[in-house]
């Protein structure tokens, strides 16, 4: 009697741990969820630059650096790259909180955002840099950076680089949000 009341506590907790495991996977969003939005358009900011593709390219990649993105996954020949921006525990915590703001943490990869930068030619001289922004868990506040944002500190580094100097390790103060 008392292995069956046993095996019945194991088989609970159990389950119990399967059901939280799923219900936290559930609620987590993925790079794939990035993706997803961009091809429907929900949460799609686009912003038309006056430069050439390679000059996006760079600046994107510059401030995703810049930033400390984790996970980041470039994909060049389908013109975007994502990654996650504004996580704890980054190598460069202090420049990827004066760049996006006070990090605030609410527990294991509930914080910083999925950013996706899409880059696409119009002319030889002008590109469209489309960006979604997603919170890495869903029903929490965004902590990480969000669209416009992104596209701010875009500009910003692609007004730097047309001044012809090259661009630093470190972002520039008078680029570097500061928001606290």
């Given at each position: 009697m ?15 741990t ?15 969820d990035?993706?997803a ?6 949460g799609v900011v686009?912003?038309?630059y ?6 996006g ?5 510059t ?8 996970e980041l996954?470039?994909?060049r020949?389908a013109?975007?790259m994502?990654g996650i921006?504004g996580?704890?525990g980054?190598k460069s ?7 996006w703001g ?13 950013v ?5 030619p119009?002319s030889?001289s002008e ?9 890495t868990v869903?029903d929490?506040?965004?902590t990480?950076?969000?669209a416009?944002?992104v596209h701010a500190q ?7 680089m047309a ?6 390790d ?9 928001k606290n």
């Amino acid at each position: 009697m008392k292995s069956l009341q046993t095996l019945r506590h194991v088989v609970f907790f159990v389950c119990l741990t399967i059901g939280i495991s799923i219900f936290i996977g559930g609620c987590a969003t993925k790079q794939k969820d990035v993706l997803a939005d961009y091809s429907t358009g929900k949460g799609v900011v686009s912003k038309v630059y006056h430069v050439n593709q390679t000059d996006g390219w760079i600046a994107a990649t510059t401030l995703m650096r810049w930033s400390a993105a984790e996970e980041l996954q470039e994909n060049r020949s389908a013109g975007y790259m994502t990654g996650i921006v504004g996580r704890e525990g980054q190598k460069s915590r202090s420049v990827t909180a004066a760049l996006w703001g006070p990090i605030t943490a609410f527990g294991m990869n509930s914080y910083g955002s999925y950013v996706g930068i899409w880059i696409e030619p119009i002319s030889a001289s002008e590109i469209k840099i489309s960006v979604v922004s997603r919170n890495t868990v869903v029903d929490q506040p965004q902590t990480g950076p969000k669209a416009d944002e992104v596209h701010a500190q875009l500009g910003k580094i692609l007004d730097l680089m047309a001044t012809g100097k090259p661009l630093p390790d470190a972002p520039p103060a008078d680029i570097v949000s500061q928001k606290n």
